[in-house]
């Protein structure tokens, strides 16, 4: 990977107003220095929620951790990137992952809940699956912008002309495709929204909530099982969860024209000239979905932890250590995602205080 370079992002304005989040965020409890939760002792028990597509991470990093650490429990709710932004800000967890980075208004609540600076750090690559349930095609591909006809409702039939040209000399069969979308607010929508209106011409702006076709089915567990028992169906969902219920993976072709397979390492390959876009402490990564390398697969995530930069809260800090350090960083590739290169991980390290 070509070493990270920093870009200045957007500055946060102090005087933001809420309405730009009034949707995202009704209800939502601001803190006052006074209201923030106490730090806990050392022996205790931390919260976090947010992303789904982290939780095969999680849950190995949260067993493994209570090993080493058998005084600290970790407790992890996996309720989706805009659920676990608004706990997070409400007070109510600890930390929040989300698999992208929080708008402008989030940021400045989050950094009132915190009285300081509330920071990303990317913990976890997730190659996102163009998952389907069709036995006549075990090899299927397809290119960006069949994706983007198929998510986007025109393309209706598993032999449109479009997929055939995708997949010259096979026989398609003449049946209806049947869609499944996350339904719930997903980092993991926003990102393949963001691929295919980069490289599909979708016709909307990526968001955390679908505006496709098809049917919106609950976070990523559902999304796979809905898939996994509906023939002719096809669906977009992070490769641990495709891979653990052996569903079948479609080629993605990327800008080099090549159709690249879904592996840990293909999706690595996509990440080779990230940089970093947010100031100070921050670590907002930006890549391109538009990359000319060869054996890139296109369609990846960065899963963030969002956490306080003047974190007061000691198993905090030791959690996320532990989850940057090689060991939890050995265990991703086991469960469907991607190490972090090496150049990002050590700036992750660096602002943790980790030394291996």
């Not at 026989?171 to 295919?196: A, K, M």
């Amino acid at each position: 990977m070509a070493k990270l370079t920093r870009a200045a992002g957007p500055s946060i304005l102090a005087a933001l107003t809420l309405a730009a989040c009034a949707a995202g965020l009704s209800g939502t409890a601001i803190l006052t220095r006074d209201d923030e939760p106490k730090s806990p002792p050392v022996a205790a028990s931390i919260s976090g929620s947010g992303s789904s597509a982290q939780k095969g991470a999680m849950d190995a990093w949260r067993a493994d951790f209570h090993r080493i650490y058998p005084d600290l429990r970790v407790d992890y709710q996996a309720n989706g990137s805009g659920a676990g932004i608004r706990e997070f800000i409400q007070g109510t967890t600890a930390f929040a992952g989300s698999d992208v980075a929080m708008r402008p208004c989030e940021q400045a609540l989050a950094d009132r809940r915190c009285g300081g600076k509330a920071v990303h750090l990317p913990m976890v690559i997730g190659p996102i699956a163009v998952a389907y349930n069709l036995p006549s095609m075990p090899n299927l591909k397809l290119s960006p912008t069949t994706l983007a006809g198929i998510f986007s409702g025109q393309i209706t039939r598993w032999d449109a002309p479009q997929i055939a040209a995708d997949n010259r000399g096979t026989r398609l069969p003449h049946t209806s495709i049947r869609v499944f979308h996350r339904s719930d607010e997903s980092g993991t929508t926003h990102n393949f929204v963001t691929y295919l209106r980069t490289a599909g011409r979708w016709p909307s702006q990526p968001s955390r909530k679908w505006t496709g076709a098809g049917r919106g089915v609950a976070g990523s567990a559902g999304i796979t099982e809905a898939i996994q028992h509906t023939r002719d169906s096809i669906g977009y969902v992070e490769y641990g969860f495709a891979s653990n219920a052996s569903l079948s993976t479609a080629k993605v072709r990327n800008a080099s024209g090549q159709f690249v397979a879904l592996s840990p390492q293909s999706a690595s390959n996509a990440l080779k000239d990230a940089r970093i876009v947010s100031k100070n402490d921050d670590l907002v990564v930006q890549f391109d979905y538009l990359t000319k390398s060869q054996d890139a697969y296109p369609i990846v995530l960065v899963t963030y932890e969002i956490t306080c930069s003047n974190n007061h809260n000691p198993p905090v800090k030791t959690f996320l250590s532990y989850a940057a350090g090689n060991a939890g960083q050995s265990y991703l590739s086991l469960y469907g995602y991607a190490p972090l290169p090496p150049d990002l991980l050590a700036e992750v390290r660096a602002r943790l205080g980790v030394t291996h």
